[in-house]
T-cell receptor, first 111, second 114 residues
């Protein structure tokens, strides 16, 4: 059974800092990994999707990497801003059937 | 209009009542999902469907049922609501291309069972 964990559970940083969020999964037989953002009481928005054949994806200040063999992914946020404050979730596809989510990292960027 | 629309957005119901949550999408995707989110537990899969004639149980399907009325519509029913079904419910869609299936989520339905 695929299990996904995320570290840290919560993170508070001053504005302008670069930061890294971590995601681990137990079964490396995945087709893709996605990073999502969730604002309080809102739905999830997909930020980046990394296919299993890829090592990383970039979108603006966000960079996500994937190491399938070790079951790890990182989300790097450069020059953090208060507007980046949200919960970030990673999800892996479950044998191409559905998505298994981690519990999320709650990020606060302080002005 | 939103790509994935959930109704209602908020609902309070009494224990033992039957309730239906509805989801519609304009993405043209075949795959649709229902998840629930609880504090500290993340998102857990209830049911998913790959097309109108396909329904699959997820991790926590007990106490729930679903109906895929059309490609664009996927509804979730609680046959007899109980307080521990109080949660935030999400509908999601994705395309069926392996490896490229970006998931799109609705805004969620906050359900309270009293």
């Amino acid at each position: 059974k695929q299990e996904v964990t995320q570290i840290p559970a919560a993170l508070s940083v001053p504005e302008g800092e670069n930061l890294v969020l971590n995601c681990s999964f137990t079964d490396s037989a995945i087709y893709n990994l996605q990073w999502f953002r969730q604002d309080p009481g809102k739905g999830l928005t997909s930020l980046l999707l990394i296919q299993s054949s890829q090592r990383e994806q970039t979108s603006g200040r966000l960079n996500a990497s994937l190491d399938k063999s070790s079951g790890r992914s990182t989300l790097y946020i450069a020059a953090s801003q208060p507007g980046d404050s949200a919960t970030y979730l990673c999800a892996v596809d479950n044998y191409g059937q559905n998505f298994v989510f981690g519990p999320g990292t709650r990020l606060s960027v302080l002005p | 209009d939103a790509d994935v629309t959930q109704t209602p957005r908020n609902r309070i119901t009494k224990t033992g009542k039957r309730i239906m949550l509805e989801c519609s999408q304009t993405k043209g995707h075949d795959r649709m999902y229902w998840y629930r989110q609880d504090p500290g537990l993340g998102l857990r899969l209830i049911y998913y469907s790959f097309d109108v004639k396909d329904i699959n149980k997820g991790e926590i399907s007990d106490g729930y049922s679903v109906s895929r009325q059309a490609q664009a519509k996927f509804s979730l029913s609680l046959e007899s609501a109980i307080p521990n079904q109080t949660a935030l419910y999400f509908c999601a869609t994705s395309d069926d291309t392996m490896g490229t299936g970006v998931a799109f989520f609705g805004q969620g339905t906050r359900l309270t069972v009293v």
